[in-house]
C-alpha cells in the first residue's frame, strides 16, 4: 500500500470508532445545556468543573450547530491520529490494515506487513485535575 492509501484505510477503519465519541460528547454537551438551564439541584456547578470554556460556549448553539461544530472538530482528530499512525507506519510494507478492536478508550488496528503481522494500538486516558486543569483526554501511539 502507498503513504495515501494506508491513511485512506486507517480512517476509513476508525470512522464508526469517532463518530460514537461524537455522538457520546454531543449527548454529553445537550444534557449539561439542559442541566445549566434548569440548574438540576446544583448539578450544573458540579458539571461547570469539568466542561472546557470552548465547550461551554458551543452549548449556547442550536442542536444543528452544535453536531455540526463536533464533527468538524472530530474529522480532525481522525486525520491527525490517522496522519501520527501512518507516519510510525511509513517504515513498513503495509499490506492491510484492519480493526481488530475497540473498548471506551482503546483501539487496536491489526497491520498486515512484509514482516509479518504488527499491533497498532491507541490508548487514551481521562486526564484533568485538581484546581486549574479542566478535564480531557491524553493519548498515546504504540507500535508493536
Given at each position: 500500500m502507498t503513504q495515501k492509501e494506508t491513511l485512506q484505510k486507517i480512517i476509513q477503519e476508525l470512522t464508526?470508532?469517532?463518530n460514537k465519541a461524537r455522538d457520546a460528547k454531543y449527548d454529553f454537551l445537550i444534557n449539561a445545556r439542559e442541566a445549566r438551564s434548569k440548574d438540576f439541584k446544583g448539578k450544573w456547578q458540579s458539571l461547570r468543573k469539568i466542561i472546557s470554556k470552548a465547550d461551554q460556549s458551543l452549548m449556547d448553539w442550536g442542536k444543528d450547530v452544535i453536531l455540526e461544530k463536533l464533527t468538524k472538530k472530530y474529522n480532525l482528530y481522525l486525520e491527525n491520529?490517522?496522519?501520527k499512525?501512518?507516519?510510525?507506519?511509513e517504515n513498513l510494507d503495509v499490506?492491510?490494515?484492519e480493526y481488530k478492536k475497540f473498548s471506551t478508550f482503546d483501539i487496536?488496528?491489526?497491520v498486515k506487513t512484509t514482516e509479518g503481522t504488527k499491533s497498532l494500538s491507541i490508548n487514551?486516558?481521562?486526564a484533568g485535575g485538581y484546581n486549574i486543569q479542566c478535564f480531557h483526554y491524553r493519548t498515546t501511539l504504540r507500535l508493536k
Open positions: 464508526p470508532v469517532y491520529i490517522a496522519t499512525f501512518t507516519q510510525k507506519l499490506l492491510d490494515i487496536e488496528l491489526l487514551t486516558v481521562q
